[in-house]
């Protein structure tokens, strides 16, 4: 059975950090395109960023590069997310996700929730003006 157990997020002023983090069973990630999305009621989930397997590229949506970072710990089966200098418009509940890829890069196609096999639960960031 695979599950991703999420943890991490609040409430913080802009400006602000945060990280959010997922641990995986049933499964090890270091095999697997792994990565965040996030969305609001009613809205399409967006992708965040998403890493590769083995030591492969990682990959960022245009609004959060240079202030977001992925990473993972291999021996924890662990993917995370810190957040920094956040803004109100990152208000949203996050979502980390992983898709099978045969250790290859996740490419072009990292930001198609459709594409992510496995789901975490949703876990809530609130940046205030």
């Known amino acids: 059975q695979v599950d991703l157990v999420p943890s991490g997020g609040g409430s913080v002023q802009a400006g602000g950090s945060l990280s959010v983090s997922c641990v995986a069973s049933?499964?090890?990630?270091?095999?697997?395109?792994v990565g965040w999305f996030r969305q609001s009621q009613g809205k399409e989930r967006e992708a965040v960023a998403a890493?590769?397997?083995?030591?492969?590229?990682?990959y960022y949506a245009d609004s959060v590069k240079g202030r977001f970072t992925i990473s993972k710990d291999v021996a924890k089966n662990k993917l995370s997310l810190q957040m920094n200098n956040l803004k109100p418009e990152d208000t949203d509940s996050y979502y980390c996700?992983?898709?099978?890829?045969?250790?290859?890069?996740?490419?072009?196609?990292?930001?198609?929730?459709?594409?992510?096999?496995?789901w975490g639960q949703g876990t809530q960031v609130t940046v205030s003006a």
């Open positions: 049933g499964y090890a990630i270091d095999n697997y395109c």
């Open positions: 890493i590769s397997p083995g030591g492969g590229p990682t």
């Open positions: 996700g992983g898709v099978f890829t045969a250790n290859v890069a996740c490419g072009s196609g990292w930001s198609a929730s459709y594409k992510y096999h496995y």
